[in-house]
């Protein structure tokens, strides 16, 4: 498989590009897709089999039950890292390794029923969190050290819809391709 075919297997939907202007309707939107994310997950999912749970999005990529678990802990990270901007200065927040997290025992459970609840109150809480915060709290801000750079919590919106999607994409790709690629 090209370079080329590779990328577009990897991101599906593109990669995230923050607009220059975040408009309140944009911020609403993003926060839509984040509140719909579990539901959606949950309908992709839900009557899976084993094996397909464990079909492939894109050669080497991840199955689809760790993408869901991906989801779960990479949306934790979130909730956490909006509630450290709130409440603190420009907060450095802490990475993690997500392709080691991807391999430890919770993210190999072909059970996603719990996730899928974590999912689903994850969610209610970080929308609940998003849909009250001020024009001053969408201009807060922490620091990601792995990209040397500040990212406002407007901009984070954006990026977790665009992760919720991205991720959707993947279990709808590997859903689509039966976990079987052509060379």
């Known amino acids: 498989m090209d370079e080329k075919a590779l990328t577009q297997l990897k991101f599906p939907i593109g990669e995230f590009i923050k607009p220059e202007v975040i408009s309140n309707d944009q911020i609403k939107?993003?926060?839509?897709?984040?509140?719909?994310?579990?539901?959606?997950?949950k309908?992709?999912?839900?009557?899976?089999?084993?094996?397909?749970?464990?079909w492939r999005?894109?050669?080497?990529?991840?199955?689809?039950?760790?993408?869901?678990?991906?989801?779960?802990?990479?949306h934790m990270n979130s909730l956490i890292r909006f509630?450290?901007?709130?409440?603190?200065?420009?907060?450095?927040?802490?990475p993690y390794h997500e392709e080691r997290w991807a391999e430890l025992?919770?993210?190999?459970?072909?059970?996603?029923?719990?996730?899928?609840?974590?999912?689903?109150g994850l969610h209610y809480r970080l929308v609940q969190l998003q849909r009250n915060l001020s024009e001053e709290d969408l201009k807060?801000?922490?620091?990601?050290?792995?990209?040397?750079?500040?990212?406002?919590?407007?901009?984070?919106?954006?990026?977790?819809?665009?992760?919720?999607?991205?991720h959707l994409a993947h279990i709808q790709q590997a859903l689509g391709y039966q976990g079987k690629f052509l060379e």
Do not use: M
């Open 29 to 41: 939107e993003w926060v839509a897709d984040i509140e719909a994310f579990p539901s959606r997950v």
């Open 43 to 54: 309908i992709l999912t839900t009557n899976l089999s084993v094996e397909q749970l464990n």
């Open 57 to 74: 999005y894109r050669p080497d990529g991840w199955t689809i039950k760790q993408v869901v678990h991906h989801c779960a802990d990479s």
């Open 83 to 94: 509630k450290l901007a709130l409440t603190e200065d420009s907060p450095t927040i802490r």
């Open 105 to 120: 025992i919770d993210s190999q459970d072909n059970d996603l029923s719990y996730t899928l609840s974590l999912l689903e």
């Open 140 to 166: 807060r801000e922490f620091i990601h050290p792995e990209h040397g750079r500040r990212f406002t919590l407007a901009e984070t919106i954006g990026i977790y819809a665009w992760h919720s999607n991205h």
